[in-house]
């Protein structure tokens, strides 16, 4: 009787290195694959940080985390010198020396009124904003 030694298998021919999504964590076998941050993405694992839209043409990033537009500029960008929220650039604005606000943040902290364009009003040392009228008032007593 003859003993055959078992050996051992080839090993499987070298395959192309298939890349894990940085979103799901599976393999990419679709047409086309992202490659943002060095990192690979499935088209629609791609969505921003905050919003979770679907990132398809442009994205922002700061760290590890990626952002639309809106989004990026909302947490990164110019901040609002009455609410501190941020100011996406499609956003329109009053400013009033260095300060910049939203067209809703633009208004008298006593009234409420929001300040339109040819209105007098006292800026704060505060940033808030004051209209004339009770900032007269407030003067008189």
Partial sequence: MDVLALSEPFPPPPTPDIPLCAGCNQHIVDRFILKVLDRHWHSKCLRCHDCQVQ???KCFS?????YCKEDFFKRFGTKCAACQQGIPPTQVVRRAQDFVY????????????QLAT????????DSRLVCKADYETAKQR
């Fill in 55 to 57: 990132l398809a043409e």
């Fill in 62 to 66: 700061r760290g590890e985390s990626v």
């Fill in 102 to 113: 939203h067209l809703h943040c633009f208004s008298c902290i006593v009234c409420k009124r």
């Fill in 118 to 125: 040819g209105d007098e009003f006292y800026l704060m040392e």
